[in-house]
């Protein structure tokens, strides 16, 4: 079974720093799909950005970037110019692909600091 | 962008009660999904459903719930007697059958029982 970790309950940055969020799976599968998301105190889930395992080119979505390392099994996120509308739990999430379903960590709290 | 709809946003129900959560998945998409999250805890996997049957169901997925596609639009997620520690967010996903790690989320139904 695939497991999904995320060591840092809660993380705090200065408005405007970089931070960045970590995550670790496992699985034995060769390809797959890792994702993160972010949920708002409104509790919706939105995708923050999406790595598909084939492909060695790291991610990247405007402030958003993932540092993906398939033989470390790693898949940490980085939010660069950070900004107060991106405090939110983060959710690292797993999927074998297939229509398979989805593996979330525990999340990270992060809080931006003004 | 197409969306998934679920409502209603939040329901209050009596413990033992029946309660139904509705969701209208993205309308090209032949995968469907129940997730829960309990309040401060990471999001678990309830049950996948493809073909008009369940396609895998976790261990939570017991007895009391059931997963139906009434018509060509809804799928909805029964809960036959509802416990306290039904009490949880729960978010429908849906993916369509070529891009399977497009999940699409909605916006969940807050269940609260009393």
């Known amino acids: 079974a695939q497991t999904v970790t995320q060591s840092q309950p809660e993380m705090s940055v200065q408005e405007a720093e970089t931070v960045t969020l970590s995550c670790t799976y496992d699985t034995s599968e060769n390809n797959y799909y890792l994702f993160w998301y972010k949920q708002p105190p409104s509790r919706q889930m939105i995708l923050v950005i999406r790595?598909?395992?084939?492909?060695?080119q790291n991610a990247t979505e405007n402030r958003f970037s993932v540092n993906f390392q398939k033989a470390a099994k790693s898949f940490s996120l980085k939010i660069s110019d950070s900004q107060l509308g991106d405090t939110a739990m983060y959710f690292c999430a797993f999927t074998s692909g297939g229509n398979e379903k989805l593996t979330f960590g525990t999340g990270t709290r992060l809080t931006i600091i003004p | 962008e197409p969306e998934v709809t679920q409502t209603p946003s939040h329901q209050v129900t009596q413990m033992g009660q029946e309660v139904i959560l509705r969701c209208v998945p993205i309308?090209?998409?032949?995968?469907f999904y129940w997730y829960r999250q309990i309040l401060g805890q990471k999001v678990e996997f309830l049950v996948s459903f493809y073909n008009n049957e369940i396609s895998e169901k976790s261990e939570i997925f017991d007895d009391q719930f059931s997963v139906e596609r009434p018509d060509g639009s809804n799928f909805t997620l029964k809960i036959r007697s509802t416990k306290l520690e039904d009490s949880a967010m729960y978010f429908c996903a849906s993916t369509h059958a070529s891009a399977a790690f497009y999940y699409t989320f909605g916006s969940g139904t807050r269940l609260t029982v009393v």
């Open positions: 309308s090209n998409h032949l995968y």
């Open positions: 790595q598909e395992a084939y492909k060695q």
